[in-house]
């Protein structure tokens, strides 16, 4: 997998009465890092990111995220199912790790209201 990051700068009004990054925004950043993965993944626009559902989200904080310094999140591992999509993010502010986050999304057929097979194209770009 080749390396694939996004950077944040946090706004104040993101932050809780505590200033840390509020958890909501924390989850909304992942979402940032993994639309903007899929669509890198998609290349030529064979699956944008509109074309995926969210279908399990996990969080796990480790330290404090602030207010005043870029953040980094980093795509560190993706695993593609059938119709489904496993990516792993971890974010970074200050070289601390401060939170990590794995997503699954289902590529998903609108009209049809069904999963439909993740696209070959994305395939090739996300094996070894």
């Not at 290349?43 to 796990?60: C, F, P, S």
């Not at 696209?119 to 090739?124: H, N, T, V």
Request: proline content about 3%; glycine content about 6%.
């Amino acid at each position: 997998m080749q390396d694939f990051s996004v950077t944040i700068t946090p706004r104040f009004y993101e932050t809780d009465a505590m200033g840390h990054i509020n958890n909501a925004t924390l989850a909304a950043w992942f979402e940032v890092a993994r639309v903007r993965y899929i669509e890198a993944l998609a290349g030529d626009g064979a699956a944008v990111g509109r074309d995926w559902i969210l279908a399990t989200i996990t969080v796990d904080f480790l330290d404090e995220t602030f207010y005043g310094s870029d953040v980094e999140l980093r795509i560190v591992d993706a695993s593609i199912g059938n119709t489904s999509l496993t990516v792993f993010c971890e974010m970074w502010q200050d070289n601390r790790l401060t939170v990590k986050g794995k997503a699954v999304v289902v590529h998903i057929d609108y009209d049809a209201k069904q999963p439909r097979r993740v696209p070959d194209a994305m395939r090739r770009r996300l094996s070894p």
